[in-house]
């Protein structure tokens, strides 16, 4: 008792001890200074609220809010109703080339979201190449700016957060749920509905936030195919680090009112899954289904026709480094220049890219399973306040929080700014909430029995969690490190703050062409990106199968 | 006691802040686009043997990040931002009186000598003579105002932009200034589509989404010289020439190197080298720019109107918001 | 193997006192069992026995050592689950195993004392069988051999039965009990099966709502039940107000069904008391009947068939009851 905590919440007050002092470090400490100015008044002494009453007053701001809003609820809406019958198909249905399928899903993370707007311009923009090949059999179609175009850009790009950790799931579904319920005389499509979707519920709402919140707070896509409709994270940015008049008041507001959203969503999630928790006690990964062959063949295309529809940017990206550019001017031939301009600078970049990722993934999950393993199994004040916090990092612009970063950390008992390690914590602070939430998925599916007879056996509470827990947790982890290490790579607005020197990552040799005249070497560095991701992540998924084989 | 031994380990330990003093380097802030940066490091290189270690962003994040480590500066040069952000930036600089200082005018240097300016941004109007034949196209500010235009004018958000800010506020002044100059430009508003950052303007412009575009001079030539039918309009009502400069960061670690940059940068040579790669137009009146490829017109051939580039740089924020407001009801 | 103290015991969770002063002594090698129904406290007296939960007040021992401000996995102690808990991802020898390699026994030693108790339970030769290509009643003997295999001080079984079908849980509950038997482990057996509890125990204890109703051996707990709750929670019982039987007072009484005979096969001198039949069953060896008096009440009464006895509902009966076989309930 010298620690003066119950013995059998030692394990989960130690960990909750550990990740809120990271994360209060790393995120609080540095948000704090960002946000300050947004309760202070104009000579930073008196508290005052009237930039909020300012901010709110404001029709364009409201109307902000509101487009975000909207654009965030629909583009979930959609982009879960498309994953969870793509997740359940691959799971369950004799769908051929799922290892293809798996390993591409994950392709339209790679590509930072700026690099994929400018790809739907080239194609679908008011120009655009297929936007005139459609015009020329007479098929117009709407403007692909606007709230339409943003929608469909995040569907595409963010349905894998959705998709993962539901097919963990459905795999991690115990099948005796569903035979009791067939023996209870309920018809297989019935048993899906009544049974075995209720179960993977946690893990769709815990895609399903992730997306929304993302959609709150990227600004990449907006940035681009908003044209002047007004977006929240687009004028924070513009607040924080706008050319003419950064105002670090005002974007602080509207810094504090993501945050507060991304909060409130999270609770009301966190509400709705108390009310229903489901433990199943997996022992064998659910069969495949026999289906009839007509249903085989639309589960079929439909989830090719998902994977490949998201991957056209990238297509097009990878179409578009072999052809010639001639300045920032596209002209349709085959060129290799591209490529040549992009090597004949350094491979330091994409070393960095490489090195970052590896680093910031294992951080991420380090830091972030353990975490999620607390905040789904120990019911307390502490865990929902480390649960909120650590999913935070989601309704963070990449930019507020590297402000906050170098404001924090250039000067003091702690400097980090100028060198790598800053570039490493910012991603694994922003990334943190990926491992949390697909990992505390996953353990409301394991069944705490599993845990208790561990220890009962002489096993202590931390020897059980790496012994028993994360073996079968294994699956989500390294779905969770694959997006980790995906996003990472393909991460720009906190990088573009925090790089320095020789630490240039792939996305900021990209975003740098393209701004400026180079709109072919950064496809060029695009496509470099692509296939050196696409490594590993066909390596992990091969791994996570023999895993999953070895558990048959 | 634990505490203290950490946190002073703490900094040599994690770092891995580049300790090699031997090295001839210098960091530098940088606005400018890629092919500029590349271009010019290149060759300082090749000149001087000092290494840059470029920092490339928009010039608000850099000047964010300079104000950031005002305590404690990383960079020895900032370059590229416009002279208001080098007026409001002031006081983070180091005085030096580059050796190019005689062949450019006063009006774009610091008499404290903290700043100097390296080139001209001529604000005008880039058409897409492919989506609107030439003798369509309008040929001054006040042509813009017919909203036959509506939807078809791309332009960047001033809050983004401070040649956008410019733009603007040099017309509220045109069309009159005060309320009368304000409710004009409500009327050219109706007709832009108001993007997020500049460089959409001109991709737009130039990859045919809008058939004209409020942007910076170089654009034109630059795109056009690509093969993209871009042209530039130099409206006829006047405009002004938005200067970008550098500035040597007070404290930084290579301040000897860094004055060496700067008077590098001015050099006649180089402005000529910059000109026929990237088409910026030098400060110094001593290059001919009609012997130089662009076709840009000599400064004396443009019409200039006045713009109080200061007084305006002081009211910003107030305008932006003024900004916002005509923008949303524009909508 | 060690007797079980548990002195004052106590634990609340929010408002709901889960266990409320709760004392008990389990003799050495004694099969112990919970009783009650679901939220009477016996769950979570046994999680506090096995570290899961922490005590409010009280102190439990095992022989003569307080073992319970100790972490749960130094307790010593054999585990049963309701659904099993047999690790998903390790083969039947793994689980099995699994409480020996926590203990760093030699790996001979280890397959060695597997065999062994997987003979014990019955699976010799399903060592290298995965956990999903059993039945639930294997699992459970998996669940049992791993919790036996550590030679726990204590064994605590936690509904292990309740997820199986009913003729295995017959059969089961027999063979976990000669195996606690050969073996002379302490055991605390948790359920809510009256019969399940009979069976097996030497002692119960009854719990309701948090406190300990009665302790004692079944045949007392049965014969002599100290409550209204105790009486019908042990089985089937009629209580009746004491003035029906001729007995002064508010209290009740308790009637088994099986103490009512009828009147015509009863001794002379037990007393009589008359009613409708409103309802008979044979459920093979037992009849069982339902008698309305005339005040309304129902009497419910059993016996063994006979093969002359011929019964109409709506006929007119007597019964007659042995006067040793009531009890007044307070």
């Excluded at chain 1, 010298?2 to 990740?19: D, M, S, T």
């Excluded at chain 2, 080139?119 to 196209?137: F, G, R, S, Y």
């Excluded at chain 3, 295999?149 to 849980?169: G, H, Q, T």
Aim: net charge positive.
């Amino acid at each position: 008792m010298k620690l003066g905590v119950p013995h059998n919440l030692r394990l989960p007050v130690a960990i909750a001890a550990l990740g809120l002092l990271f994360l209060g470090l790393f995120l609080l400490y540095p948000l704090f200074n960002v946000f300050s100015a947004s309760v202070l008044d104009a000579d930073g002494e008196r508290l005052t609220f009237a930039n909020y009453a300012k901010i709110l007053g404001r029709p364009f701001y409201r109307a902000a809010i509101a487009n975000t809003l909207a654009i965030g609820v629909a583009a979930t809406a959609i982009t879960t109703a498309l994953a969870v019958p793509f997740a359940f198909a691959l799971a369950r249905l004799p769908v051929p080339g799922k290892a293809a399928i798996l390993a591409m899903a994950a392709l339209p993370l790679v590509l930072p979201s700026f690099v994929s707007a400018y790809a739907i311009v080239l194609l679908l923009g008011r120009s655009g190449i297929v936007t005139q090949w459609l015009q020329s059999w007479g098929l117009g179609f709407g403007s692909i700016y606007g709230a339409g175009g943003i929608i469909l850009v995040y569907t595409l790009t963010l349905y894998p957060y959705v998709l993962l950790p539901t097919i963990a799931a459905f795999k991690a579904v115990d099948v005796s749920m569903e035979e009791a319920a067939q023996g209870l005389g309920s018809s297989p499509r019935r048993t899906v509905w009544t049974v075995t979707l209720p179960i993977v519920m946690p893990a769709v709402l815990a895609g399903a936030l992730l997306v929304f919140i993302e959609t709150l707070e990227n600004f990449g896509v907006p940035f681009v195919l908003a044209e002047d409709m007004p977006i929240f994270a687009v004028e924070a940015f513009k607040l924080f680090i706008g050319e003419t008049a950064p105002n670090p008041a005002s974007a602080g507001v509207l810094g504090v009112l993501l945050i507060l959203t991304t909060a409130l969503v999270l609770l009301v999630q966190r509400r709705f899954l108390s009310a229903r928790r489901f433990a199943t006690n997996t022992r064998q990964a659910p069969p495949i289904l026999r289906i009839g062959r007509p249903l085989q063949v639309a589960a079929t295309i439909y989830c090719w026709a998902i994977v490949i529809l998201a991957l056209v940017p990238f297509f097009a990206i990878v179409v578009l480094s072999f052809m010639e550019f001639r300045g920032p001017v596209l002209h349709p031939n085959f060129s290799l220049a591209n490529f040549g301009g992009l090597f004949d600078r350094s491979l330091r970049p994409l070393v960095n890219t490489l090195v970052f990722a590896t680093l910031a993934a294992a951080c991420v999950t380090l830091i972030g399973v353990p975490i999620g393993y607390v905040v789904s199994r120990w019911r307390s004040g502490v865990a929902t306040l480390l649960d909120v916090v650590a999913t935070l990092p989601f309704a963070v612009a990449g930019t507020v929080l590297a402000i906050g970063f170098v404001v924090s950390f250039n000067s003091g008992p702690l400097v980090l700014t100028g060198g790598p390690l800053i570039l490493v914590l910012a991603y694994s602070v922003r990334k943190v909430p990926f491992a949390v939430r697909s990992a505390s998925a996953i353990v409301h599916q394991i069944d705490a029995s599993l845990e208790e007879a561990s220890i009962s056996l002489g096993r202590s509470p931390f020897q059980t969690l790496m012994r028993v827990v994360v073996p079968l947790m294994l699956g989500g982890i390294l779905s969770g490190v694959v997006l980790t290490w995906v996003t990472v790579a393909s991460e720009l607005s906190a990088t573009v703050v925090l790089y320095s020197g020789p630490w240039r990552p792939m996305t900021v040799v990209m975003f740098q062409a393209l701004e400026g005249s180079g709109a072919g070497i950064a496809t060029a560095a695009a496509s470099t990106l692509i296939v050196v991701t696409l490594l590993p992540i066909i390596l992990l998924y091969r791994l996570v199968r023999r895993y999953e084989l070895s558990m048959l | 006691m634990l505490r203290r031994t950490f946190a002073g380990a703490l900094p040599l330990a994690m770092l891995g802040l580049p300790a090699r003093a031997q090295a001839k380097k210098v960091v530098i802030y940088t606005a400018n686009d890629s092919t500029l940066n590349d271009l010019v490091f290149a060759a300082f290189k090749a000149e001087t043997g000092i290494e840059v270690e470029p920092v490339a962003a928009g010039s608000g994040v850099l000047a964010r990040r300079l104000q950031a480590e005002k305590g404690r500066p990383l960079g020895d040069i900032i370059w590229g931002i416009s002279r208001s952000l080098l007026q409001t930036n002031k006081a983070l600089f180091e005085p030096y009186a580059s050796k190019n200082i005689a062949a450019t005018p006063a009006e774009y240097r610091d008499p404290d000598n903290l700043w100097i300016g390296n080139n001209l941004h001529l604000l005008i109007v880039l058409q897409n003579t492919k989506l609107l034949p030439e003798a369509e196209a309008p040929k001054s500010w006040a042509d813009l105002l017919d909203p036959k235009w509506k939807g078809k004018i791309a332009f960047t958000d001033p809050a983004n932009s401070g040649s956008a800010y410019s733009t603007v506020t040099m017309l509220v002044d045109m069309w009159g200034g005060g309320d009368a100059g304000w409710k004009k430009v409500a009327g050219l508003f109706k007709n832009l589509k108001v993007l997020n950052r500049s460089s959409l303007v001109f991709q737009g412009v130039g990859n045919g989404e809008y058939p004209l575009g409020i942007s910076l001079e170089y654009a034109g030539p630059m795109w056009a010289k690509g093969g993209a039918p871009v042209k530039v309009i130099y409206p006829s009502d006047g405009t002004f020439a938005a200067m970008e400069g550098v500035a040597v960061i007070k404290g930084g670690p290579n301040t000897d190197n860094a004055k060496v940059f700067v008077d590098y940068i001015n050099r006649k040579d180089v402005r000529e080298m910059i000109l026929k790669a990237t088409f910026r137009r030098p400060t110094r009146n001593d290059v001919d720019l009609t012997a130089l490829p662009g076709g840009m017109p000599p400064l004396s051939q443009v019409k200039l109107v006045n713009y109080d580039e200061d007084g305006w740089t002081e009211k910003r924020t107030k305008t932006l918001e003024q900004i916002k407001d005509v923008l949303q009801d524009s909508r | 193997m060690a007797g079980i103290v548990i002195s004052g015991v106590s634990r609340t969770f929010g408002a709901v006192r889960a266990v409320d002063n709760a004392s008990l002594e389990v003799g050495e090698g004694e099969f112990f069992t919970l009783l009650g129904p679901s939220g009477c406290g016996k769950t979570t007296l046994l999680r506090m026995i096995a570290g899961f939960t922490e005590l409010n007040g009280g102190e439990i021992r095992f022989g003569s050592e307080r073992i319970d401000r100790l972490p749960a996995h130094v307790r010593d102690i054999g585990m049963v689950f309701q659904n099993y808990a047999v690790f998903p991802n390790l083969t039947v020898a793994g689980n099995v195993a699994y409480g020996l390699r926590a203990r760093k026994v030699a790996t001979a030693e280890i397959e060695r004392r597997v065999e062994e108790a997987l003979a014990l339970v019955q699976l010799t030769g399903y060592g290298t069988r995965w956990p999903h290509q059993l039945s639930g009643g294997q699992l459970q003997r998996v669940a049992i051999a791993r919790a036996l295999v550590i030679r726990p001080r204590v064994l605590l079984f936690d509904e292990p039965l309740s997820n199986l079908d009913a003729r295995l849980r017959v059969s089961m509950r027999t063979e976990i009990r000669d195996l606690q038997k050969s073996l002379g482990i302490t055991a605390i057996y948790v359920t809510h099966d009256q019969e399940e509890a009979m069976s097996v125990s030497d002692r119960i204890a009854l719990m309701n709502a948090g406190r300990l109703e009665q302790v004692g051996v079944p045949v007392d707990i049965y014969r002599h039940p100290v409550s209204r709750f105790a009486a019908e929670f042990m089985g089937t019982t009629n209580l009746v107000p004491a003035r029906m039987v001729g007995r002064a007072g508010d209290q009740f009484v308790s009637l088994r069904p099986e103490a009512l005979h009828l009147a015509s096969d009863a001794p002379q001198d037990w007393p009589v008391l008359s009613g409708t039949l409103a309802h008979v069953e044979l459920l093979g060896p037992i009849m069982r009947l339902d008698v309305k008096l005339s005040d309304g009440t129902v009497l419910k009464a059993a016996m063994l068939d006979a093969p002359d006895r011929s019964l109409q509902a709506g006929a007119t009966i007597s019964l007659a009851y042995d006067p040793a076989r009531l009890t007044v309930l307070p």
